[in-house]
Each structure stands twice: as C-alpha cells, then as structure tokens.
C-alpha cells in the first residue's frame, strides 16, 4: 500500500539523509547494535536481577516480558502485512540508493518489529523497577535500536516511530496486567518488594556500558580492517 506523498515524500528524505551518512566504522556498530543476538548477555542478567529481587514471583515478570515482547513483534508483523508499505531496500524508485551494510530484510516495513519490541521490553522493565536511571538507559537503548534501523537502511523513520509507540503502549498495558494479576492474586508481593535501588540497577548499568565500549572498540578494528 502506498503511503500519500505528504507523509512518504518527506519520510524519504529523512530516511535517506540518514542513511547516506554512513562509514565503515558506523556500518559494523550498527549492524552489530541492530541485531539481537549481541544483547543476549544482557537480557539474561536482566533475568538474574529479576528473580533476585522478586524471588519465585519473578516467574510472573518473566511471563509478562514474554507476553509484551511477543505481542509487540506479532502485532508488527500483521500490521507488515496489512499496511505492505514496502522497506527502503525493497522500494523500486530507490533501487541503487539505499545503502545496504547487513542486506535488504523482509519485504514489508511498516511498522518497525525491532523498534516495538524494544521499546515495549524498556516500558515494562522502566514502570516496573520505578527507577529513573535504568528507565532512562532503556529507553536509549531503545531509541538508538531505532535508530539503527533507518542507518542500515531497512526501515523509514515513520516505520520506527509507529514501532516505537505500539511497543510502548504495549509495555505499559503489559505492566497495569502485571500490577492487576499481582493485587488480586498474589497480594502485591511484587508491588511490596518496592522500587529497584541504584545498587541493585548497577550490574545491568555496567553490562550495557561493557557492550556498547565492546561494539565500538569491534567496530573500529573493522573500520580499520575494510578502509
């Protein structure tokens, strides 16, 4: 389906005014950034802090992340299908304009599946531990997440913004049924167990800090490899 040229013409050109500014450095940060499989480790010791603080009731957290991140990613990829607003890579009158550095993706773009499920991952996790400082390192995970979509050519901007509100809106429904489920069969234990302590964020703090010097120290060496 195709967008009305007072919202595509201008998303095109926002699109490509990123995307052309690209090196060999912000090629391999980004497409390390933008892929999942690097923020395995963190996900995980997200998962530690979880039962650490909640105890068995950190089983519940689990399933409502679960819940969120798969809503987010099902419900983008219906609206893919039902909007069919082709990706950059796939739009014919960009054909040899788009700059590529991790391939072309799925054919439908509309709305961003990265962009949503991150940013419905950051809503959850940030109403949840009511702490500001892990709220805000989400929520630019997150954004630079989105960001990178648009850098290695995938995604428009609208793409990634409409992903970015599903997403959040999801997490924090997500969260408000995490909240009911845990007043009316749980008694509050996870409401009671209080808002998460910059002591308890920091492990997760210094991971994401460790994978993001990690990914620009990577990238440089293959910035330096391929110029």
Same mark, same amino acid.
């Given at each position: 389906? +195709?967008?009305p040229?007072?919202?595509?013409?201008?998303?095109?050109?926002?699109? *490509?005014?990123?995307?052309?500014?690209h090196?060999?450095?912000?090629?391999?940060?980004?497409?390390?950034?933008?892929s999942?499989?690097?923020?395995?480790?963190?996900?995980?010791?997200? *998962?530690?802090?979880?039962?650490?603080k909640?105890?068995?009731?950190?089983?519940?957290v689990?399933v409502?992340?679960?819940?969120?991140?798969?809503? %987010?990613?099902?419900?983008?990829?219906?609206?893919?299908?039902?909007?069919?607003?082709?990706?950059?890579?796939?739009?014919?009158? #960009?054909?040899?304009k788009?700059?590529?550095?991790?391939?072309?993706?799925?054919?439908?773009?509309?709305v961003?599946?990265?962009? +949503?499920?991150?940013?419905?991952?950051?809503?959850?996790?940030?109403?949840? %531990?009511?702490?500001?400082?892990?709220?805000?390192?989400?929520?630019?995970? +997150?954004?630079?997440?989105a960001?990178?979509?648009?850098? !290695?050519?995938?995604?428009?901007? #609208?793409? !990634?913004?409409a992903?970015?509100?599903?997403?959040?809106?999801?997490?924090? *429904?997500?969260?408000?049924?995490?909240?009911?489920?845990?007043?009316?069969?749980q008694?509050?234990?996870?409401?009671?167990?209080?808002?998460?302590?910059?002591?308890?964020?920091?492990?997760?703090?210094?991971?994401?800090l460790?994978?993001?010097?990690?990914?620009?120290?990577?990238?440089?060496?293959?910035?330096?490899?391929?110029n």
């Amino acid at each position: 389906m +195709a967008f009305p040229q007072f919202i595509n013409n201008p998303d095109t050109n926002f699109f *490509l005014s990123i995307n052309r500014n690209h090196s060999e450095y912000f090629d391999a940060f980004f497409t390390l950034f933008t892929s999942m499989i690097t923020w395995v480790p963190f996900y995980l010791l997200v *998962l530690y802090l979880i039962f650490k603080k909640y105890n068995q009731y950190g089983f519940w957290v689990l399933v409502a992340l679960i819940i969120a991140v798969t809503i %987010s990613d099902q419900l983008s990829g219906l609206i893919k299908d039902l909007a069919q607003r082709y990706r950059p890579s796939h739009e014919p009158s #960009l054909l040899g304009k788009v700059h590529l550095p991790m391939g072309e993706g799925g054919e439908f773009g509309f709305v961003s599946s990265h962009a +949503a499920n991150t940013f419905a991952f950051a809503f959850l996790m940030g109403h949840l %531990s009511k702490n500001r400082k892990l709220f805000l390192m989400l929520l630019g995970w +997150a954004l630079v997440t989105a960001y990178s979509r648009i850098y !290695v050519g995938v995604h428009y901007p #609208l793409d !990634v913004f409409a992903g970015a509100i599903l997403g959040s809106l999801i997490g924090w *429904l997500i969260y408000k049924l995490l909240m009911y489920v845990d007043a009316h069969y749980q008694r509050k234990k996870i409401f009671y167990a209080g808002v998460w302590k910059d002591k308890e964020i920091e492990p997760a703090l210094m991971s994401m800090l460790f994978i993001v010097v990690t990914l620009m120290m990577v990238s440089q060496i293959i910035g330096k490899h391929f110029n």
